[in-house]
């Protein structure tokens, strides 16, 4: 939560490093970087231009 990793909010995936681990994201207009497998504990939603899931 201190992240900001919480329900409903909007996050980005930015770029993978090299190797393909770690992942950046960007939430609530900072950039975060997770392991692989800690970012597969999350449950995302992708949503269109209009606010609806897809």
């Known amino acids: ?3 900001g990793l919480v ?3 909007e996050i980005s995936f930015l770029r993978a ?3 393909g681990d770690p992942l950046e994201f960007r939430i609530f207009g900072t950039s975060i ?3 692989r497998d800690q970012a597969r504990r ?3 939603t992708q949503i269109g ?3 609806e899931p897809r």
């Open 33 to 35: 970087s997770l392991r």
């Open 1 to 3: 939560m201190v992240l």
């Open 17 to 19: 490093s090299l190797g």
């Open 7 to 9: 329900e409903q909010a």
């Open 49 to 51: 231009n209009d606010g």
């Open 42 to 44: 999350f449950s995302v």
